[in-house]
Protein backbone atom coordinates (compact mmCIF):
# COMPACT_ATOMS: atom_id res chain seq x y z
CA UNK A 1 0.00 0.00 0.00
CA UNK A 2 1.63 3.32 -0.80
CA UNK A 3 1.78 5.87 1.73
CA UNK A 4 -0.31 8.67 1.59
CA UNK A 5 1.24 12.16 0.12
CA UNK A 6 2.09 14.59 2.70
CA UNK A 7 0.11 17.49 0.39
CA UNK A 8 -3.21 15.43 1.39
CA UNK A 9 -1.46 15.58 5.60
CA UNK A 10 -1.42 19.56 4.43
CA UNK A 11 -4.82 19.73 2.65
CA UNK A 12 -6.54 18.26 5.99
CA UNK A 13 -4.95 21.13 8.32
CA UNK A 14 -6.01 23.69 5.78
CA UNK A 15 -9.49 22.26 5.89
CA UNK A 16 -10.02 21.88 9.34
CA UNK A 17 -7.60 25.12 10.51
CA UNK A 18 -10.43 27.20 7.79
CA UNK A 19 -13.39 25.51 9.72
CA UNK A 20 -12.45 26.65 12.20
CA UNK A 21 -11.94 30.25 11.72
CA UNK A 22 -15.07 30.15 9.72
CA UNK A 23 -17.32 29.11 12.96
CA UNK A 24 -14.96 31.63 15.06
CA UNK A 25 -15.91 34.61 12.36
CA UNK A 26 -20.10 33.30 11.14
CA UNK A 27 -20.95 32.70 14.65
CA UNK A 28 -21.69 36.58 14.61
CA UNK A 29 -25.26 35.70 13.51
CA UNK A 30 -25.44 33.70 16.71
CA UNK A 31 -24.67 36.35 18.87
CA UNK A 32 -26.63 39.12 17.51
CA UNK A 33 -30.03 38.96 19.47
CA UNK A 34 -27.28 37.78 22.86
CA UNK A 35 -25.56 40.80 22.66
CA UNK A 36 -29.18 43.11 22.53
CA UNK A 37 -30.56 40.77 25.06
CA UNK A 38 -27.66 41.49 27.25
CA UNK A 39 -25.83 44.89 26.74
CA UNK A 40 -28.84 46.85 25.39
CA UNK A 41 -27.05 47.86 22.12
CA UNK A 42 -28.59 48.45 18.84
CA UNK A 43 -28.48 46.06 16.40
CA UNK A 44 -27.44 48.55 13.84
CA UNK A 45 -24.26 49.21 16.06
CA UNK A 46 -24.18 45.38 16.71
CA UNK A 47 -23.64 44.75 12.51
CA UNK A 48 -21.82 47.89 12.01
CA UNK A 49 -19.19 45.59 14.10
CA UNK A 50 -19.29 42.32 12.67
CA UNK A 51 -19.15 44.82 9.13
CA UNK A 52 -15.93 45.93 10.36
CA UNK A 53 -14.98 42.15 10.44
CA UNK A 54 -15.95 41.43 7.04
CA UNK A 55 -14.21 44.18 5.48
CA UNK A 56 -11.16 43.66 7.17
CA UNK A 57 -10.59 39.89 6.54
CA UNK A 58 -11.40 40.69 3.35
CA UNK A 59 -9.23 43.83 2.89
CA UNK A 60 -6.02 42.05 4.50
CA UNK A 61 -6.11 39.03 1.71
CA UNK A 62 -3.49 40.48 -0.30
CA UNK A 63 -1.18 41.65 2.16
CA UNK A 64 -2.05 38.22 3.72
CA UNK A 65 -0.50 36.27 0.51
CA UNK A 66 2.42 38.83 0.31
CA UNK A 67 3.12 38.11 4.17
CA UNK A 68 3.06 34.33 3.37
CA UNK A 69 6.09 34.99 0.99
CA UNK A 70 8.12 36.93 3.31
CA UNK A 71 7.11 35.18 6.54
CA UNK A 72 6.19 31.89 5.50
CA UNK A 73 3.31 30.04 5.78
CA UNK A 74 3.34 27.91 9.20
CA UNK A 75 4.62 30.78 10.93
CA UNK A 76 1.81 32.83 9.28
CA UNK A 77 -1.05 30.14 10.32
CA UNK A 78 -0.09 30.23 13.88
CA UNK A 79 0.32 33.95 14.09
CA UNK A 80 -3.26 34.24 12.72
CA UNK A 81 -4.65 31.70 14.84
CA UNK A 82 -3.47 33.06 18.14
CA UNK A 83 -4.81 36.50 17.04
CA UNK A 84 -8.10 34.56 16.64
CA UNK A 85 -7.88 32.93 20.19
CA UNK A 86 -6.94 36.54 21.75
CA UNK A 87 -10.29 38.00 20.04
CA UNK A 88 -12.05 34.97 21.86
CA UNK A 89 -10.81 35.65 25.28
CA UNK A 90 -11.19 39.27 24.94
CA UNK A 91 -15.23 38.61 24.37
CA UNK A 92 -15.55 37.46 28.10
CA UNK A 93 -14.29 40.75 29.34
CA UNK A 94 -16.05 43.42 26.81
CA UNK A 95 -19.10 45.79 28.22
CA UNK A 96 -19.16 48.55 25.51
CA UNK A 97 -19.54 48.80 22.12
CA UNK A 98 -16.66 50.53 21.14
CA UNK A 99 -14.20 47.07 22.84
CA UNK A 100 -17.35 44.98 20.59
CA UNK A 101 -15.92 46.96 17.04
CA UNK A 102 -12.32 46.33 18.52
CA UNK A 103 -12.69 43.11 19.58
CA UNK A 104 -14.87 41.63 16.86
CA UNK A 105 -14.08 44.18 14.02
CA UNK A 106 -10.54 44.35 14.28
CA UNK A 107 -8.71 42.01 16.13
CA UNK A 108 -11.45 39.01 14.90
CA UNK A 109 -11.26 40.40 11.80
CA UNK A 110 -8.05 40.08 11.13
CA UNK A 111 -7.27 36.74 12.50
CA UNK A 112 -9.62 35.05 9.97
CA UNK A 113 -7.86 37.13 7.17
CA UNK A 114 -5.49 34.66 6.22
CA UNK A 115 -8.01 31.11 6.69
CA UNK A 116 -10.56 32.82 4.56
CA UNK A 117 -8.88 34.35 2.16
CA UNK A 118 -5.76 33.49 0.27
CA UNK A 119 -5.19 30.14 1.78
CA UNK A 120 -6.60 28.17 -0.07
CA UNK A 121 -5.46 29.17 -3.46
CA UNK A 122 -2.10 29.16 -2.24
CA UNK A 123 -2.18 25.54 -0.96
CA UNK A 124 -3.71 24.16 -3.98
CA UNK A 125 -1.34 26.33 -6.30
CA UNK A 126 2.19 24.98 -4.12
CA UNK A 127 0.89 21.39 -2.59
CA UNK A 128 -1.16 20.34 -5.64
CA UNK A 129 -0.22 19.62 -9.78
CA UNK A 130 -2.83 16.77 -10.59
CA UNK A 131 -6.32 17.19 -8.96
CA UNK A 132 -5.51 20.37 -7.97
CA UNK A 133 -9.30 22.13 -9.14
CA UNK A 134 -10.40 18.83 -6.01
CA UNK A 135 -8.06 20.60 -3.94
CA UNK A 136 -9.19 24.21 -4.58
CA UNK A 137 -12.91 22.73 -4.76
CA UNK A 138 -12.55 21.15 -1.03
CA UNK A 139 -11.05 24.16 0.88
CA UNK A 140 -13.25 26.71 -0.30
CA UNK A 141 -15.80 24.82 0.67
CA UNK A 142 -14.40 24.88 3.93
CA UNK A 143 -14.95 28.50 4.47
CA UNK A 144 -18.67 28.08 3.98
CA UNK A 145 -18.98 24.90 5.30
CA UNK A 146 -17.01 26.26 8.84
CA UNK A 147 -18.86 29.15 8.78
CA UNK A 148 -22.30 27.07 8.90
CA UNK A 149 -21.84 23.60 9.92
CA UNK A 150 -22.01 24.09 14.19
CA UNK A 151 -24.27 27.15 13.90
CA UNK A 152 -27.44 24.82 15.39
CA UNK A 153 -25.17 23.45 18.11
CA UNK A 154 -24.21 27.34 18.99
CA UNK A 155 -27.78 28.41 18.83
CA UNK A 156 -28.69 25.65 21.92
CA UNK A 157 -25.50 26.23 23.83
CA UNK A 158 -27.08 29.86 23.79
CA UNK A 159 -30.75 29.29 24.52
CA UNK A 160 -30.16 26.72 27.25
CA UNK A 161 -27.08 28.30 28.60
CA UNK A 162 -25.63 31.44 27.48
CA UNK A 163 -23.47 33.23 24.90
CA UNK A 164 -20.28 32.45 27.13
CA UNK A 165 -20.49 28.69 27.13
CA UNK A 166 -20.81 28.78 23.07
CA UNK A 167 -17.50 30.69 23.06
CA UNK A 168 -15.80 28.37 25.35
CA UNK A 169 -16.38 25.98 22.93
CA UNK A 170 -14.90 28.10 19.90
CA UNK A 171 -11.91 28.78 22.74
CA UNK A 172 -11.28 25.04 22.70
CA UNK A 173 -12.14 24.09 19.03
CA UNK A 174 -9.21 26.78 18.25
CA UNK A 175 -6.89 25.57 20.81
CA UNK A 176 -7.15 22.46 19.03
CA UNK A 177 -6.33 23.23 15.70
CA UNK A 178 -3.42 25.96 17.03
CA UNK A 179 -1.89 22.34 18.45
CA UNK A 180 -2.28 20.76 15.03
CA UNK A 181 -0.42 23.35 13.56
CA UNK A 182 2.46 23.86 15.46
CA UNK A 183 3.02 19.75 15.07
CA UNK A 184 2.08 19.38 11.63
CA UNK A 185 1.89 21.83 8.98
CA UNK A 186 5.18 22.66 6.59
CA UNK A 187 5.98 25.51 4.52
CA UNK A 188 6.09 23.54 1.43
CA UNK A 189 6.89 20.35 -0.22
CA UNK A 190 10.65 20.84 -0.34
CA UNK A 191 10.92 21.18 2.96
CA UNK A 192 9.16 17.51 3.44
CA UNK A 193 11.60 16.38 0.89
CA UNK A 194 8.72 16.07 -1.76
CA UNK A 195 7.53 17.58 -5.18
CA UNK A 196 3.85 18.60 -5.18
CA UNK A 197 1.54 16.11 -5.54
CA UNK A 198 1.14 14.82 -9.14
CA UNK A 199 4.59 16.76 -10.07
CA UNK A 200 7.18 13.54 -11.41
CA UNK A 201 10.57 16.12 -12.17
CA UNK A 202 11.71 19.08 -10.09
CA UNK A 203 10.45 22.69 -12.15
CA UNK A 204 13.24 24.43 -13.71
CA UNK A 205 11.11 27.71 -13.17
CA UNK A 206 13.64 30.00 -11.75
CA UNK A 207 11.54 31.56 -8.61
CA UNK A 208 12.63 35.44 -8.21
CA UNK A 209 13.11 36.63 -4.65
CA UNK A 210 10.87 38.67 -2.66
CA UNK A 211 12.42 41.31 -0.88
CA UNK A 212 10.48 44.19 -1.09
CA UNK A 213 8.16 44.48 2.05
CA UNK A 214 4.31 42.78 1.77
CA UNK A 215 2.57 46.21 1.25
CA UNK A 216 4.76 47.03 -1.49
CA UNK A 217 4.46 43.78 -3.11
CA UNK A 218 0.80 43.97 -2.73
CA UNK A 219 0.08 47.17 -3.97
CA UNK A 220 2.74 46.64 -7.14
CA UNK A 221 0.29 43.96 -7.97
CA UNK A 222 -2.56 46.01 -7.68
CA UNK A 223 -1.10 49.00 -9.70
CA UNK A 224 -0.61 46.16 -12.75
CA UNK A 225 -3.83 44.15 -12.43
CA UNK A 226 -6.37 47.29 -12.11
CA UNK A 227 -4.84 47.87 -15.88
CA UNK A 228 -6.93 44.30 -17.39
CA UNK A 229 -10.53 44.74 -17.89
CA UNK A 230 -11.21 41.40 -16.23
CA UNK A 231 -9.74 42.45 -12.92
CA UNK A 232 -12.35 44.73 -13.07
CA UNK A 233 -15.26 42.23 -14.16
CA UNK A 234 -14.33 39.89 -11.86
CA UNK A 235 -14.00 41.99 -9.13
CA UNK A 236 -17.47 43.47 -9.34
CA UNK A 237 -19.47 39.95 -9.64
CA UNK A 238 -17.07 38.93 -6.49
CA UNK A 239 -18.53 41.92 -4.53
CA UNK A 240 -22.41 41.14 -5.52
CA UNK A 241 -20.77 37.23 -4.35
CA UNK A 242 -20.06 38.62 -1.09
CA UNK A 243 -22.96 41.18 -0.45
CA UNK A 244 -25.47 38.11 -1.19
CA UNK A 245 -23.90 35.16 0.92
CA UNK A 246 -21.69 35.97 4.04
CA UNK A 247 -23.10 39.55 4.34
CA UNK A 248 -26.63 39.11 3.79
CA UNK A 249 -27.14 35.09 4.74
CA UNK A 250 -24.61 35.00 6.92
CA UNK A 251 -25.40 37.49 8.79
CA UNK A 252 -29.03 38.26 9.30
CA UNK A 253 -30.70 34.93 7.87
CA UNK A 254 -31.21 34.02 11.70
CA UNK A 255 -32.80 37.30 12.43
CA UNK A 256 -34.50 37.40 9.61
CA UNK A 257 -36.47 33.63 10.00
CA UNK A 258 -37.39 34.90 13.43
CA UNK A 259 -38.90 37.85 12.55
CA UNK A 260 -41.36 34.95 10.86
CA UNK A 261 -41.28 33.16 13.77
CA UNK A 262 -39.10 30.50 13.43
CA UNK A 263 -36.50 29.80 16.25
CA UNK A 264 -33.02 30.90 16.57
CA UNK A 265 -32.18 27.18 16.47
CA UNK A 266 -34.56 26.19 13.67
CA UNK A 267 -32.83 28.84 11.60
CA UNK A 268 -29.68 27.98 12.89
CA UNK A 269 -29.78 24.27 11.40
CA UNK A 270 -31.17 25.65 7.90
CA UNK A 271 -27.82 27.33 7.97
CA UNK A 272 -26.08 24.28 8.65
CA UNK A 273 -27.94 22.40 5.92
CA UNK A 274 -26.34 25.04 3.77
CA UNK A 275 -23.03 24.32 4.94
CA UNK A 276 -23.22 20.64 4.59
CA UNK A 277 -24.63 21.04 0.78
CA UNK A 278 -22.23 23.85 0.11
CA UNK A 279 -19.40 21.31 0.71
CA UNK A 280 -21.17 18.74 -1.97
CA UNK A 281 -21.49 21.82 -4.25
CA UNK A 282 -18.02 23.69 -4.04
CA UNK A 283 -16.58 20.43 -4.54
CA UNK A 284 -18.33 19.52 -7.35
CA UNK A 285 -17.35 22.99 -9.15
CA UNK A 286 -13.83 22.61 -8.37
CA UNK A 287 -14.25 18.82 -10.88
CA UNK A 288 -15.91 20.97 -13.23
CA UNK A 289 -14.03 24.29 -13.33
CA UNK A 290 -11.14 21.99 -14.61
CA UNK A 291 -13.22 20.93 -17.24
CA UNK A 292 -16.28 23.46 -18.40
CA UNK A 293 -15.73 27.10 -19.34
CA UNK A 294 -15.78 28.68 -16.29
CA UNK A 295 -17.24 32.22 -17.39
CA UNK A 296 -20.35 30.07 -17.52
CA UNK A 297 -19.96 28.07 -14.80
CA UNK A 298 -20.47 31.40 -12.82
CA UNK A 299 -23.52 32.54 -15.32
CA UNK A 300 -25.59 29.92 -13.69
CA UNK A 301 -23.89 30.21 -10.31
CA UNK A 302 -25.26 34.20 -10.34
CA UNK A 303 -28.07 33.17 -12.04
CA UNK A 304 -29.42 30.83 -9.54
CA UNK A 305 -28.59 32.11 -6.90
CA UNK A 306 -30.23 35.56 -7.71
CA UNK A 307 -33.62 33.53 -7.90
CA UNK A 308 -33.09 31.83 -4.90
CA UNK A 309 -33.30 34.75 -3.05
CA UNK A 310 -36.19 36.29 -4.56
CA UNK A 311 -37.62 33.26 -3.94
CA UNK A 312 -36.83 33.31 0.18
CA UNK A 313 -39.18 35.81 1.26
CA UNK A 314 -42.14 34.19 -0.11
CA UNK A 315 -40.86 31.09 1.60
CA UNK A 316 -40.62 33.02 5.06
CA UNK A 317 -44.01 34.29 4.50
CA UNK A 318 -45.64 30.78 3.74
CA UNK A 319 -44.66 29.73 7.12
CA UNK A 320 -43.59 26.24 5.35
CA UNK A 321 -40.53 23.91 6.90
CA UNK A 322 -40.59 22.56 3.08
CA UNK A 323 -40.06 25.52 1.30
CA UNK A 324 -37.30 26.77 3.73
CA UNK A 325 -35.35 23.16 3.07
CA UNK A 326 -35.76 23.82 -0.35
CA UNK A 327 -34.33 27.31 -0.51
CA UNK A 328 -31.55 25.88 2.03
CA UNK A 329 -30.08 22.82 0.23
CA UNK A 330 -30.47 25.12 -2.91
CA UNK A 331 -28.72 27.74 -1.73
CA UNK A 332 -26.19 25.62 0.38
CA UNK A 333 -25.04 23.92 -3.23
CA UNK A 334 -24.30 27.54 -4.76
CA UNK A 335 -22.61 29.16 -1.80
CA UNK A 336 -19.08 29.06 -2.66
CA UNK A 337 -19.50 27.63 -5.87
CA UNK A 338 -18.33 30.72 -7.28
CA UNK A 339 -14.68 30.46 -5.93
CA UNK A 340 -13.22 27.78 -7.87
CA UNK A 341 -14.19 29.31 -11.42
CA UNK A 342 -12.75 33.01 -9.91
CA UNK A 343 -9.47 31.76 -8.91
CA UNK A 344 -9.29 29.74 -12.37
CA UNK A 345 -9.80 32.30 -14.58
CA UNK A 346 -7.81 34.81 -12.38
CA UNK A 347 -4.66 31.82 -13.08
CA UNK A 348 -5.39 31.95 -16.77
CA UNK A 349 -5.26 35.49 -16.44
CA UNK A 350 -2.58 36.88 -14.53
CA UNK A 351 -0.20 33.31 -13.78
CA UNK A 352 0.49 31.03 -11.35
CA UNK A 353 2.75 33.90 -9.70
CA UNK A 354 0.98 36.77 -8.94
CA UNK A 355 -2.62 34.40 -8.97
CA UNK A 356 -3.07 34.18 -5.23
CA UNK A 357 -1.98 38.10 -4.34
CA UNK A 358 -4.66 38.91 -7.36
CA UNK A 359 -6.99 36.79 -5.62
CA UNK A 360 -6.52 38.47 -2.45
CA UNK A 361 -7.88 42.11 -3.77
CA UNK A 362 -10.57 39.90 -5.52
CA UNK A 363 -11.29 38.59 -2.16
CA UNK A 364 -11.13 42.14 -0.11
CA UNK A 365 -13.60 43.12 -3.05
CA UNK A 366 -15.80 40.35 -2.25
CA UNK A 367 -15.74 41.17 1.60
CA UNK A 368 -16.30 45.22 0.69
CA UNK A 369 -19.57 43.72 -0.39
CA UNK A 370 -20.20 41.61 2.73
CA UNK A 371 -19.84 44.48 5.00
CA UNK A 372 -21.78 46.78 2.59
CA UNK A 373 -24.73 44.11 3.04
CA UNK A 374 -23.77 43.40 6.78
CA UNK A 375 -24.17 47.25 7.30
CA UNK A 376 -26.90 48.26 5.10
CA UNK A 377 -29.23 45.18 6.08
CA UNK A 378 -29.04 46.30 9.43
CA UNK A 379 -30.04 49.64 8.04
CA UNK A 380 -32.53 48.77 5.93
CA UNK A 381 -34.11 46.71 9.09
CA UNK A 382 -34.17 49.81 10.84
CA UNK A 383 -36.30 51.68 8.85
CA UNK A 384 -38.72 48.74 7.36
CA UNK A 385 -38.74 47.06 10.46
CA UNK A 386 -37.80 44.41 7.75
CA UNK A 387 -35.51 42.57 6.01
CA UNK A 388 -37.31 41.51 2.63
CA UNK A 389 -35.95 44.75 0.82
CA UNK A 390 -32.39 43.48 1.13
CA UNK A 391 -33.11 40.21 -0.02
CA UNK A 392 -35.01 40.91 -3.00
CA UNK A 393 -32.43 44.06 -3.81
CA UNK A 394 -29.65 41.20 -3.19
CA UNK A 395 -31.36 38.71 -6.01
CA UNK A 396 -31.40 41.60 -8.85
CA UNK A 397 -27.51 41.78 -8.12
CA UNK A 398 -26.88 38.36 -8.65
CA UNK A 399 -28.26 38.28 -11.97
CA UNK A 400 -25.99 41.54 -12.35
CA UNK A 401 -23.14 39.57 -11.82
CA UNK A 402 -24.25 36.78 -14.27
CA UNK A 403 -24.10 39.34 -16.82
CA UNK A 404 -20.57 40.62 -15.82
CA UNK A 405 -18.73 37.49 -16.17
CA UNK A 406 -19.96 36.54 -19.27
CA UNK A 407 -18.14 38.92 -21.31
CA UNK A 408 -15.05 37.96 -19.84
CA UNK A 409 -12.87 37.19 -22.49
CA UNK A 410 -12.69 33.49 -22.85
CA UNK A 411 -8.98 32.84 -24.47
CA UNK A 412 -5.95 33.53 -21.94
CA UNK A 413 -5.38 36.88 -21.40
CA UNK A 414 -1.66 37.34 -21.70
CA UNK A 415 -0.38 39.80 -18.49
CA UNK A 416 3.06 40.64 -17.72
CA UNK A 417 3.44 41.44 -14.21
CA UNK A 418 6.46 43.21 -13.31
CA UNK A 419 8.90 40.75 -10.56
CA UNK A 420 9.25 42.59 -6.98
CA UNK A 421 12.78 42.67 -7.07
CA UNK A 422 14.93 44.85 -5.05
CA UNK A 423 16.60 47.78 -6.39
Not at 228 to 238: D, I, T
Not at 354 to 363: A, C
Amino acid sequence: MKHIHYSWVILFIAFFSIVTAGIIRSSSGVFIVPFEDEFGWDRSTISFAFAISLLLYGISGPFMAALIEVVGLKKMMIIAMVTLLMGILLTFFMVKPWQLVLIWGIIIGLGSGLFLTVLSPYIANQWFVKRRGLALGILTASTATGQLILLPLLAVIVETHSWKWAMVLILCLSLIMLGFILLFMRNSPLEVGLLPYGQEMPSTVYQVEQKKNPITIAFQTLLEAVKVKEFWLLAGSFFICGLSTSGLIGTHFISYCIGFGFTAVTAASMLSLMGVFDLVGTTLSGWLSDRFDNRWLLFWYYSLRGASLMFLPFALSDGSYIFLIIFSVFYGLDWIATVPPTINISRQIFGMEKSVIVYGWLFASHQLGSAVAAGGAGFIYKIFNSYSWAFALAGMFCVLASLFVIVIKKQRVKVEIQSHVAN
